[in-house]
């Protein structure tokens, strides 16, 4: 049986959907349509919609039935997880952007059981259970003035240039994180006095990162009091290191890098590092935040099905190599490849090691200052504000990571669109939840980025919405 895999999707504007200024002033019927002919209007305009959508594929696809009469194209990343069995997610352009060929956060579900398209925001639930399944609640908080004042004094500092990190501080902090126990201090970003805390005795601990919008417009989970500093301290997990087989774990990922290398998404990620415009100078890949794919001692008969996430996570370290392999050949330099993740356990490292990779910032930090002006930084989804710190402390010679988006786009997706599921308030009206952007772009995260040529690369499930940038000049 065919494996199903990720499909790539394009729609044009229905033509028949816009009314025409004649139409609009025309007298209304007398007499209504039926039920029926309703419903079987918009069955006939869901199945055009969905011959569109078939039609607007872009690469080289395997055609399947889909059990109704017609073919439909699938990419072939089969067993990799990209998508459930029964469902895909189809993702459409932005007809109106300036990036022509980039996606937006617009999803229809197509079940492949049914002959019908639904919208992700069908799905509501309650506020109650809304802020139950988030960390923090919906309705805007009101800050007490002490902790206002010090969000103005965040702004102020801001605009005035003052760096959030720096490459010492970084490095300080990883050493500070990486001591058994003991107590840390570092300067706050606003207010007086030091970010302290004692570390317990027996734990790990990583170093969490706050951006410019955390400081300056917190989150309503944020507790009174505290302390405004771009970097603190919290509990990792620790595991029981009970050694696997280690050529095994290595075969599974030969396995997995193999499904990238001759998948078509593999293929066109692979084009675009040979023909784009890269400074011939570059010597190292940071990769930050790519995922543990070696499961925890604990969970170790995870690894036989290899559940999605570590699946993933595979598939963004061979997406690495691919890059090292494209600059390797281009450029006729060697090319280390260096990775933070605090969430790597052991056997992952090994495994990882063993391909070429330099384990660096096991607490979430030093990995960040080993970034240079000859550094490709591959971060598609790293979980924190990864751009804001690379805009304070380096100007990278390329970078894969979350498009950059323009104030005025920023709005748009927020006020149109939606990753997060419908909220019912009760007598009619509803909202739809956005959740929080854990990297997103402040005004010298665009500052940055205006000095490069950016490349929109096609959504996927596996990097989210990215484009790959590449240093002018």
Known sequence: MAPQGLQYAD????????????DQLRPPRARSPS?????????????????KIVQGQTLVPAAEPDGSGNDR??????????????????????????????WDESRIIFNRNRNFLTSSRDKMVSPDRLCTNFQHAIMPRKWPDEELE?????????EAGVRLWTKEELLAMEDMA???GGKVCTPLYAGQGEYTVEKEKGYLYKVDFHGYKALAFPLSSRANGTP????????????THIPTDLDEQEDVFHRWWTIWDTSSIGRHFHACMMRLPFPPYINKIVCIG????????ADADANANLPTPLQHAILRHAAVLTVADALDRRFGREIRVLAQDPEYTPDCAAVLARRGFAIVGRHGAAGLAEIDDKTFVFAPSPGFCVKEVVADIATPAGMFWGMITTPEEERDRERGKTNGPGVDFGAGVMGYWNPDNTDPDTPRVRLLGNQYGMHP???TNLFGDVAIYSLRG
């Open 228 to 239: 405004y500093s771009s970097m603190t301290l919290s509990k990792k997990p620790a595991y």
């Open 11 to 22: 729609a044009d504007t229905d033509a028949s959907s816009r009314a025409s200024p004649e």
């Open 150 to 158: 010090l969000q103005r004094e965040v702004i102020k500092k801001y």
């Open 457 to 459: 690369f096609p959504y």
């Open 35 to 51: 039920l029926s002919t309703i419903a079987g209007s918009m069955r006939q305009k869901l199945k055009a919609l969905r011959k």
């Open 290 to 297: 790519l995922g543990n794919f070696v499961a925890a001692s």
């Open 73 to 102: 194209s699938q990419y072939l990343l089969s067993s990799t997880g990209l998508v459930e069995p029964d469902v895909m997610a189809l993702r459409f352009p932005l007809l109106s952007s300036r990036h022509q060929g980039s």
């Open 178 to 180: 990486t001591g058994l």
